[in-house]
């Protein structure tokens, strides 16, 4: 399973997504939610999905 990355808006760089969960938005949108491993920081990412 190849990692999905995100960009971490406090540390400023992409970052490899921890604990990453599929969540559809309010207008039906697929997104991946996770964590940053560096900071902590919630990263989202919007059309990608857990393949």
């Not at 999905?4 to 969960?21: D, S």
């Not at 599929?22 to 999905?49: D, E, H, L, W």
């Amino acid at each position: 399973m190849a990692a999905i990355e995100g960009y971490c808006m406090k540390c400023k760089a992409k970052r490899e997504i921890t604990k990453p969960q599929q969540v559809i938005t309010k207008n039906g949108r697929n997104m991946t939610k996770g964590i940053c491993p560096v900071c902590g920081t919630t990263i989202c990412k919007i059309g990608a999905s857990k393949k």
